[in-house]
């Protein structure tokens, strides 16, 4: 599965935006085709730094988003006791991009439902579901890509077009 949004990508310059996006989209279309993509591990020190054990550098979230974008995945532990903090950065890198983004992903009502979910018994039927619909918007945002990419010499109304097959059978 593709996990890169081309749609969610943006560049401090407005000109490299198009090539960034191309770029990223296409590497992870790249990974996912050759079962490249893989787990990158990070640890989290007291002083709030972030290590990136394969590079041995010390990285900020805007790197982690980038390697999230290019289709990997990431783990992070605290180096003090191993406690696996991954969703609580990945929270953070999320809420980086909804407070820079003039149209958030979630809204105020995204979160309060959200949020009320995660305090009822149908917590677990509600992760599920979720899953199961970003994965869907995945393998659509994927085909959209692989049908830009072999249309880009072509008209660009002739990809909404095959969008528009597919939803509806003709």
Same mark, same amino acid.
């Given at each position: 599965?593709?996990?890169?949004?081309? =749609?969610?990508?943006? @560049?401090?310059?407005?000109?490299?935006? %198009?090539?960034?996006?191309?770029?990223?989209?296409?590497?992870?279309? !790249?990974?996912?085709?050759?079962?490249?993509?893989? =787990?990158?591990?990070?640890?989290?020190?007291? *002083? #709030? #730094?972030?290590? %990136? +054990?394969?590079?041995?550098?010390?990285? *900020?979230?805007?790197?982690?988003? %980038? +390697?999230?974008?290019?289709?990997?995945?990431?783990?992070?532990?605290?180096? %003090?006791? !191993?406690? /696996?903090?991954?969703?609580?950065?990945?929270?953070?890198? =999320?809420?980086?991009?909804?407070?820079? /983004?003039?149209?958030?992903?979630?809204?105020?009502?995204? =979160?309060?439902?959200?949020? #009320?979910?995660? @305090? *009822?018994?149908?917590?677990?039927?509600?992760?599920?579901?979720? !899953?199961?619909?970003?994965?869907? +918007?995945?393998?659509?945002? !994927?085909?959209?890509? #692989?049908?830009?990419?072999? *249309?880009?010499?072509? @008209?660009?109304?002739?990809?909404?077009? /095959?969008?528009?097959?597919?939803?509806?059978?003709?």
């Amino acid at each position: 599965m593709l996990h890169c949004s081309i =749609l969610a990508v943006h @560049s401090h310059n407005g000109q490299d935006t %198009d090539d960034k996006i191309l770029h990223l989209a296409a590497f992870a279309v !790249e990974k996912q085709a050759t079962g490249t993509s893989k =787990l990158r591990e990070f640890r989290k020190y007291p *002083n #709030r #730094r972030i290590y %990136d +054990l394969q590079t041995s550098k010390y990285v *900020n979230s805007e790197y982690l988003a %980038d +390697l999230i974008l290019a289709g990997n995945s990431i783990k992070v532990k605290k180096a %003090d006791s !191993e406690e /696996d903090i991954t969703q609580l950065i990945l929270l953070q890198i =999320l809420a980086d991009k909804e407070k820079d /983004d003039s149209a958030p992903l979630l809204t105020n009502l995204a =979160l309060e439902q959200l949020i #009320r979910f995660a @305090s *009822n018994p149908y917590t677990r039927a509600a992760s599920v579901f979720i !899953e199961q619909t970003l994965e869907f +918007l995945a393998q659509q945002n !994927e085909m959209f890509f #692989r049908s830009f990419i072999a *249309n880009r010499s072509g @008209s660009p109304f002739s990809t909404f077009q /095959d969008a528009m097959k597919f939803w509806t059978k003709k």
